[in-house]
């Protein structure tokens, strides 16, 4: 399977054609949700848990959730299938890589909140050149995209499901070629954040927000693969597949009680973080997450990217000793590094990508918002704020991205401070 570049822009489509009547889907969802289907008037917001309150932006909390719900489904069907080695991922002109998943979860997302939202823009990651350039392979991977997202939408709403055809996902997916901007709405999204770990059958995340007026207001990060209990991440298994005995004791010790893995995040702005199951069946109460409250450096845990490619793994050491931070780091694939920062697992976020390295807003979007809301502050190495307002790379960024609590991260900024100039010297 040849697939072209990923790189070039390709003609955009504002709408998705053949789109089925907006009360089929209500009515399905309806359905699909049911009891709690009856109390809500309009069709999304069902799909959001009592307890949670979108405030203003509550029907785009409840489209992004059930956006997040389709995806994370359908991505862990993928996974399921790189792991038994009945798919593959390929490699993108830039050289990173590239699955159905992520060119599947990016249409049915941009599909499912353009049913809400037919205007809305979106930042994807992803566009459709290399399924509709890329010859034979290109269309045989654009029917397989198609595929799955039919599967998935059928899952859901079962006959009532539209069927869509090829153009219809091609432009779903390259609806995501907007550059945002500080003015309107626009929503940011990452369909498969570390692509990496999701083809090793490691941890993933599928991460949108919405952004309104240049301010990141809604956030729904869905991590099919993330342990209920933090201190299982420390545990470098493959999370597709079933847990060693020796990780499953170490989960029923939490009070799991069936919701072992799969997390979903939402956050609004000024209402809170929350945590629930990424599988809809499972009713747990939704959590209210935090970060961590007092800093023990010899308890305190810091987490980055696993590759040392993608930042430095000796300068963030620096730091943390200077922090006098003693356990050794907690290396985690994609922003579900933002969910363990906001639900305490770690204390301290840091990624400090080489020199030169331009940020994509959706790699910190969804994840941003979620540490806030969960009362944590969020910077550059300079202290500033991230500005997701610049176009698709975070503008002006100051050389790296330092996340903990907001009384942790004065201390974190001085310790970035002392280890970047002793690196100077
Ligand atoms: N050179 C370089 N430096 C820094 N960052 C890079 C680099 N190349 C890629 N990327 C982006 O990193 C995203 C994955 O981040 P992770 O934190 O998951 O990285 S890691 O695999 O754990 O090391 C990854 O996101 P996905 O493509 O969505 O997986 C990339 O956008
Ligand atoms: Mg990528
Ligand atoms: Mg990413
Ligand atoms: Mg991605």
């Not at 790296?400 to 100039?421: E, M, N, T």
Request: glycine share 10%; with cysteine; charged share 25%.
């Amino acid at each position: 399977m040849a697939l072209a570049s990923s790189t070039r822009a390709s003609a955009l489509s504002a709408s998705v054609a053949r789109r089925p009547p907006l009360s089929a889907f209500r009515r399905a969802s309806r359905a699909r949700h049911g009891r709690r289907a009856r109390h809500a008037a309009a069709s999304a917001v069902d799909t959001v848990p009592l307890g949670v309150d979108g405030g203003a932006y509550a029907k785009e909390l409840a489209s992004a959730l059930d956006a997040v719900r389709l995806a994370s489904e359908l991505c862990q069907e993928v996974q399921g299938q790189l792991m038994r080695m009945d798919e593959q991922a390929e490699t993108k002109e830039d050289r990173s890589l590239v699955t159905l998943a992520d060119y599947a979860a990016q249409a049915i997302i941009s599909w499912r909140i353009a049913q809400d939202f037919p205007d809305m823009t979106l930042v994807g990651e992803e566009d459709a050149e290399a399924l509709t350039e890329g010859g034979e392979g290109g269309a045989e991977t654009l029917n397989k995209v198609t595929n799955l997202v039919n599967k998935t939408l059928k899952g859901h709403m079962g006959e009532k499901a539209p069927t869509l055809s090829s153009q219809d996902v091609v432009d779903a997916i390259n609806r995501g070629q907007s550059t945002g901007g500080p003015t309107g709405k626009h929503w940011i999204l990452d369909p498969v954040d570390g692509t990496l770990g999701f083809v090793r059958g490691d941890q993933y995340a599928i991460a949108l927000a919405l952004m309104d007026d240049g301010d990141l207001k809604v956030g729904v990060m869905g991590c099919p693969n993330m342990p209920k209990t933090g201190e299982v991440l420390e545990f470098q298994e493959s999370y597709a597949y079933g847990f060693s005995p020796r990780l499953v004791s170490k989960m029923l010790a939490g009070d799991s009680l069936g919701w072992y893995k799969g997390c979903i995040f939402t956050a609004v702005r000024g209402k809170g973080a929350y945590m629930f199951p990424t599988d809809p069946t499972l009713k747990f109460e939704p959590v209210k997450v935090s970060v961590s409250e007092a800093f023990d450096p010899r308890k305190a845990k810091f987490t980055e990217p696993v590759m040392k490619a993608n930042s430095s793994q000796g300068f963030t050491a620096a730091v943390a000793t200077n922090l006098g931070i003693e356990c050794k780091p907690l290396r985690i694939y994609s922003q579900v590094k933002y969910g363990s920062v906001a639900r305490a697992d770690a204390d301290v976020f840091m990624k400090f990508p080489k020199a030169g390295y331009m940020e994509k807003i959706w790699d910190h979007a969804a994840g941003v918002i979620l540490v806030e809301e969960a009362g944590g502050t969020v910077s550059d190495a300079g202290g500033a704020p991230l500005n997701f307002a610049g176009g698709r790379y975070i503008e002006g960024l100051d050389r790296g991205i330092i996340a903990a609590s907001s009384a942790l991260h004065a201390k974190l900024l001085d310790s970035v401070a002392k280890s970047w100039s002793s690196s100077q010297l």
